[in-house]
């Protein structure tokens, strides 16, 4: 482990598996998505098992991050958008739990590789893409062509829209992977520093303040930044969803 | 409720008159505490706090401009007509990037309205 702060995002392989010259094996990455859907599941189920009119305390954190999402989707794609309810929740929680994940030391962070935030951002994407045009075949692409433009700048602001449309994707998976790897970077390069300027006898040890009170603000600041790539993610994948919805809006 | 069924109980539907009212108060209660903070009733609904907008800006101008330019680039590759195909479209992706950027803040707004108005 030592000092070195890329470290902690290798993937190494747990239990080797190929299928036909393709690499399946069973990495700390798969192992940490498991471990993060078993959480939310455990979180839920246990959660909501009592049933209590009265909610105990997990059952009310269960039922808080159930309005919260539903909320959320209400108000930014209308009641036609709670169709979508199970996608955005799953997406809310899973990314939720795999951040939180993270914080534990020596934890693996799924969601700090960006082939893990590009799926999901994927997924999201192509979703409204093909909703949007069974539900409106091509008045969709009215998306991309507003009304109220002078014809001469037409062509332009369409390219700049389907341009806008395209960089969605990227957006979303950058700012995920992006947010969490630079956090985690940066937690350990501050906890690497109290190491080493502690290695430096007494006057070492008073510098080594400095950073350890960083690295405890970076701690509390990461949390916080956990929660809300989670929330970020959710709501834009509410907005995009209600570009499917009402294209012409 | 099931414990509650189970037992024969005369004074049970006296016991729910007397929950609801004490429901109810507190209902009310909570309703005058509210409106003395000067809390809106429906201000607690989820709306994005200021950290998140901020978190997106940033990203959403560079996707722009990532994509402009790789659009670019492949448009040139294929058709080979480097440099035009990156300049253009990058000046068009860093417009793209702006826009998002605008929508994210708010300064315009988010969809230009369009003839069938949905929602």
């Known amino acids: ?186 937690l350990k390069v501050f906890a690497g520093f109290v190491v080493m300027l502690s290695s430096f006898g007494f006057v070492g040890i008073l510098g080594a303040i400095l950073p350890l009170a960083a690295a405890v603000a970076l701690t509390a600041l990461e949390f916080l930044v956990a929660a809300l790539q989670a929330y970020v993610f959710a709501i834009l994948t509410c907005l995009y969803l209600n570009d499917a919805l009402h294209p012409g809006h | 409720m099931s414990d509650r069924d189970g037992r024969p109980d005369q004074s049970s539907d006296a016991e729910d008159a007397e929950l609801c009212k004490r429901l109810r108060e507190l209902d009310k209660r909570i309703g005058e505490r509210r409106i003395d903070l000067g809390e809106d009733e429906r201000d607690d609904a989820p709306r994005s706090p200021g950290v998140a907008v901020a978190l997106r800006l940033s990203a959403d101008f560079v996707a722009g401009v990532v994509v402009g330019g790789a659009l670019g680039w492949g448009f040139d590759k294929l058709f080979d007509t480097s440099p035009w195909g990156l300049v253009v479209l990058i000046l068009l992706g860093f417009a793209a990037g702006l826009l998002n950027v605008m929508r994210t803040a708010g300064i315009v707004r988010p969809r230009t309205g369009g003839p069938d108005e949905g929602r």
Request: no cysteine; aromatic share 16%.
């Open chain 1, 1 to 186: 482990m030592a000092t070195d702060p890329i470290n902690q995002f290798q993937i190494h392989t747990l239990i080797p598996i190929e299928v036909g010259g393709v690499d399946f094996s069973f990495t700390n990455s798969a192992l940490f998505m498991a471990l993060t859907v078993a959480g939310a599941s455990a979180f839920l189920i246990l959660s909501s098992r009592g049933r209590g009119l009265v909610p105990t305390r997990w059952q009310s954190a269960a039922e808080m991050t159930y309005e919260f999402v539903a909320g959320t989707l209400r108000e930014s794609a209308g009641s036609e958008g709670m169709k979508f309810f199970p996608f955005v929740f799953s997406l809310f929680i899973f990314i939720l739990f795999a951040n939180l994940l993270g914080m534990f030391p020596y934890f693996f962070t799924v969601t700090s590789h960006i082939i893990v935030t590009a799926a999901m951002s994927m997924a999201v994407i192509l979703t409204v893409l093909f909703y949007g045009l069974w539900l409106h075949k091509l008045h969709f692409f009215k998306l991309f062509v507003p009304s109220g433009v002078p014809v001469v700048l037409l062509p332009f602001i369409t390219m700049i829209e389907i341009l806008s449309f395209i960089s969605r994707p990227i957006s979303l998976s950058i700012r995920l992977f992006a947010n969490m790897l630079a956090g985690h970077i940066t």
